[in-house]
């Protein structure tokens, strides 16, 4: 695993935890443009 892959998982649990968060969002967001993966 790379580190952007690292970041994403624990987001993702971060996310799943607290789906409010909008800092949260915001990096997962980044992680997405920075993989260049679009949803």
């Known amino acids: 695993m790379n ?3 690292d970041a ?3 987001l993702t ?3 799943f935890l607290n789906n409010q968060s909008a800092e949260v ?3 997962l967001t980044l992680i997405c ?3 260049k993966r679009y949803i």
């Open 25 to 27: 969002w915001g990096y």
């Open 13 to 15: 649990e971060a996310n």
């Open 3 to 5: 580190q952007f892959d």
């Open 33 to 35: 443009l920075q993989t």
């Open 8 to 10: 994403e998982e624990a």
